[in-house]
């Protein structure tokens, strides 16, 4: 009795912890994929409230923000951090781009949480 007891304990807190380890580095990805630290040239962008970021590595943002002043760094080199636009359908595409050309150059779409500029003009 005893033991068909601590069998069946052993086998539910097995199969508790199944879950968390399967879905722990799904976490880890999902927070790498929205989020983003960009450094690079800010321009203004096509529609009113959009910017553009060409960033360092050579990929291009498009970027809006309701809480950084982005207007103020046009022309200037800047850090931005925030979060990518539909971020599963954004890794999704990167992973596509990644396998069909590896030497192209990422590109998305970022809410910005934060900017400070690095310098007061853009690297060429």
């Given at each position: 009795?005893?033991?068909?007891?601590?069998?069946?304990?052993?086998?539910?807190?097995?199969?508790?912890?199944?879950?968390?380890?399967?879905?722990?580095?799904?976490?880890?990805?999902?927070?790498?994929?929205?989020?983003?630290?960009?450094?690079?040239?800010?321009?203004?962008?096509?529609?009113?409230?959009?910017?553009?970021?060409?960033?360092?590595?050579?990929?291009?943002?498009?970027?809006?923000?309701?809480?950084?002043?982005?207007?103020?760094?046009?022309?200037?080199?800047?850090?931005?951090?925030g979060?990518?636009?539909?971020?599963?359908?954004?890794?999704?595409?990167?992973?596509?781009?990644d396998?069909?050309?590896?030497?192209?150059?990422?590109?998305?779409?970022?809410?910005?949480?934060?900017?400070?500029?690095?310098?007061?003009?853009?690297?060429?």
């Amino acid at each position: 009795m005893k033991a068909k007891l601590a069998l069946s304990f052993l086998a539910l807190s097995s199969l508790a912890m199944v879950p968390r380890a399967s879905f722990a580095g799904q976490d880890e990805q999902k927070k790498s994929d929205s989020t983003r630290t960009l450094t690079g040239c800010l321009s203004t962008g096509d529609k009113s409230g959009e910017y553009n970021l060409t960033a360092d590595d050579g990929s291009t943002w498009v970027l809006n923000s309701k809480t950084a002043k982005l207007g103020e760094h046009v022309g200037h080199t800047v850090t931005v951090n925030g979060r990518v636009w539909h971020a599963g359908m954004h890794g999704a595409k990167e992973k596509t781009k990644d396998e069909t050309n590896p030497n192209a150059t990422e590109h998305g779409h970022l809410n910005v949480t934060d900017v400070s500029m690095v310098s007061e003009s853009c690297k060429r």
